[in-house]
């Protein structure tokens, strides 16, 4: 089972730039969406034929937002955290296919407005309740996927210029301590599984050359439960694909994992 994961900065947008040809060769049988910014109404119906999907969209319009197309029917998605300031911001979907479950995740920023740290305390908030809410299923030995747009780098082997950024939201030691903190209590990135090597990023700024040269962050990931480690065959990032300033991430999982 092939699961993919994509901050589009805009589903109406990325339909426009070759989503569709992406999404039939990347061969997926479940594709997460984030920062699809849009009412699931407005989402392009060429591209909802032949999948079983769900949308979740912030009070915001033109904000936040996620989607997911699966292959396989859903047995269930939920997208509440329980927290209205959360739930408004329209970040999360627990889908459930037999005896997996994968969270598609827009994680919040740091940054405030003014490019501040203001939205720090939210983010932790955050963090910390998915973390709750997911750890009943890690404990039980179920299989799970947590992925999307973390919004953090975890180590300095994961963003270009470390030393500068320690003081910008994304390398800040407090998010970076909380995301740590998974990992410790038993989550896996799927990714450092089968490549630690460096000038690996899934995310880069849409200033000029950047990316050309790759100056970049690995933000976007797919941790797994260890009920789910075992059945892991491969994790890739895609930075030849473009159309987002982020660029597609996938995990391949052995067919055994939805019958557990």
């Not at 479940?30 to 920062?35: D, H, I, R, T």
């Not at 950047?210 to 690995?218: A, F, I, M, P, Y």
């Not at 892991?232 to 996938?250: F, K, M, T, Y």
Request: with cysteine; net charge positive; hydrophobic share 40%.
């Amino acid at each position: 089972m092939r699961i993919a994961s994509w901050n589009v900065n805009g589903l109406r947008a990325i339909a426009k730039k070759g989503f569709a040809a992406w999404r039939s060769a990347s061969a997926a049988d479940f594709v997460g969406l984030q920062e699809t910014r849009c009412q699931a109404s407005q989402a392009p119906p060429e591209l909802l034929a032949g999948w079983h999907t769900a949308f979740v969209s912030a009070e915001r319009k033109g904000y936040s937002g996620c989607g997911v197309f699966s292959r396989r029917p859903l047995d269930e998605v939920r997208t509440s955290l329980g927290v209205g300031t959360m739930d408004r911001e329209a970040r999360v979907q627990i889908a459930r296919i037999g005896s997996l479950s994968i969270a598609n995740v827009y994680f919040p920023n740091g940054s405030g407005p003014n490019r501040d740290h203001s939205r720090v305390a939210f983010k932790l908030r955050f963090y910390r309740r998915l973390f709750k809410t997911l750890d009943p299923l890690l404990k039980s030995g179920e299989p799970v996927v947590v992925m999307g747009d973390f919004n953090t780098a975890i180590e300095d082997i994961d963003l270009a210029r470390p030393r500068p950024n320690r003081t910008t939201s994304g390398f800040l030691d407090r998010e970076r301590k909380e995301l740590k903190r998974w990992l410790k209590h038993g989550w896996v990135d799927s990714y450092r599984v089968f490549d630690d090597s460096p000038g690996k990023y899934t995310w880069w700024s849409q200033r000029k050359g950047v990316r050309e040269r790759n100056v970049g962050w690995r933000i976007d990931l797919a941790l797994v439960s260890p009920g789910a480690l075992p059945f892991l065959r491969s994790a890739e990032i895609h930075p030849e694909v473009l159309g987002s300033d982020h660029c597609p991430i996938s995990l391949d999982l052995d067919d055994a994992v939805l019958g557990v």
